[in-house]
């Protein structure tokens, strides 16, 4: 098992800094993504759920470290090399200067999260979970790019590491665990019934169930703890909060 893991997270880890400089979101989106991808399915061919489920936790927390790192460096490359970095910079950055968009408001963040939930539980169980591995790619992806954004632009008092903590809310990381065991009761779920109906089939209640109240955690902490969080990356920004959507990159 170890080896496998190692094929799977080591790109993860090394392929952004790599990527970044090319400034092509298809080769960012697919590259770190796939060693990932054929050691996941394998997992979950095998009926190794467990397996599947520290892959895919262990890959998300190297390819978030590396991510940042690299956009917290190279920040410009960073916006035209990851999908979406850009547009969800602004967007975020529009929050924290006014206090309008749909981080701080429910009524515009839940159809999100709830589309991009299903979306990973209809994705895993057609195809092994591969898809839902690639689109969760590029939602860590584009994620990863903004908490890079904000390293790179904090007041220089502040510890890099507590920059990108900040940046990287407890409810997104409520997120990324739900959508992990998700994705993995999905794929275990699917498998069977659409690849190989004569293969034992894997307990996926608890997952699913672990999955829900992640997700629940998620919108309940976000909820509550937005507006307090806006006020501290205000503070952390400075004058970077005040950038308006589509200003400097």
């Given at each position: 098992?170890?080896?496998?893991?190692?094929?799977?997270?080591?790109?993860?880890?090394?392929?952004?800094?790599?990527?970044?400089?090319l400034r092509s979101q298809a080769l960012f989106a697919l590259l770190p993504v796939i060693p990932l991808a054929l050691v996941y399915a394998r997992w979950i061919v095998s009926r190794?759920?467990?397996?599947?489920?520290?892959?895919?936790?262990?890959?998300?927390?190297?390819?978030?470290?590396?991510?940042?790192?690299?956009?917290?460096v190279l920040s410009e490359a960073a916006t035209k090399a990851i999908w979406h970095a850009g547009a969800y910079r602004d967007e975020m950055l529009a929050w924290i200067a006014t206090g309008r968009g749909p981080e701080g408001s429910i009524r515009l963040f839940?159809?999100?999260?709830?589309?991009?939930?299903?979306l990973i539980l209809a994705l895993s169980a057609a195809s092994i979970g591969v898809a839902a591995l690639f689109l969760g790619g590029l939602l860590l992806g584009?994620?990863?790019?903004?908490?890079g954004w904000v390293v790179s632009h904090a007041d220089p008092s502040a510890s890099p590491w507590v920059a990108g903590l900040l940046a990287w809310p407890p409810w997104a990381i409520c997120r990324v665990g739900?959508?992990?065991?998700?994705?993995?009761a999905g794929a275990s779920w699917g498998f069977p019934r659409l690849y190989r109906k004569d293969a034992p089939r894997?307990?996926?209640?608890?997952?699913l169930v672990a999955s829900i109240v992640l997700l629940l955690l998620d919108i309940g902490l976000k909820w509550w703890l937005a507006p307090i969080w806006r006020d501290l990356l205000r503070a952390l920004l400075g004058?970077?909060?005040?950038?308006?959507?589509?200003?400097?990159?």
């Open positions: 098992m170890i080896s496998a893991l190692l094929l799977a997270v080591i790109p993860g880890v090394l392929l952004p800094w790599i990527v970044i400089p190794r759920a467990g397996a599947a489920l520290a892959t895919a936790g262990l890959w998300a927390v190297g390819f978030s470290l590396s991510t940042v790192a690299a956009s917290a839940l159809p999100r999260v709830l589309v991009e939930y299903v584009y994620m990863n790019g903004y908490v739900a959508f992990i065991l998700a994705g993995t894997v307990p996926v209640a608890r997952m004058a970077s909060a005040g950038i308006e959507a589509g200003g400097s990159s």
